[in-house]
Nanobody, 129 residues
């Protein structure tokens, strides 16, 4: 059974930083791309960042580009979301997820919520102004 557990959320002032962690278990972590999504109240879940299975390439949404990065450590079965220069509009529940299919996926699929099979429980990030 695949399980994803996020941690690291909390309350931070605008301009601050947080690092989220997501530990995976239940299948070969290094074979699958990982993604981060977020959902604010009253809004749909949206793509934030993704990293390929080997960690060679990462992708971020335009709204977090140059502020967020999503490295992974395959030896620890962990993916991170390093969030810098946080803004109040970054306030949301953040979810990590792993893809349905292993191996290489095109960027468009890595940004598609429907291409992810397993999700964590989410962690709240609140940015105060």
């Amino acid at each position: 059974q695949v399980r994803l557990v996020e941690s690291g959320g909390g309350l931070v002032q605008a301009g601050g930083s947080l690092r989220l962690s997501c530990v995976a278990s239940g299948r070969t972590f290094s074979n699958y791309a990982m993604g981060w999504f977020r959902q604010a109240p009253g809004k749909e879940r949206e793509f934030v960042a993704a990293i390929t299975y080997g960690g060679a390439r990462t992708y971020t949404s335009d709204s977090v580009k140059d502020r967020f990065i999503a490295p992974r450590d395959n030896a620890k079965n962990t993916v991170y979301l390093q969030m810098n220069s946080l803004k109040p509009e970054d306030t949301a529940i953040y979810y990590c997820a792993t893809t349905v299919a292993p191996g290489v996926l095109p960027p468009a699929q890595l940004m598609d919520v429907l291409k992810y099979a397993y999700w964590g429980q989410g962690t709240q990030v609140t940015v105060s102004s």
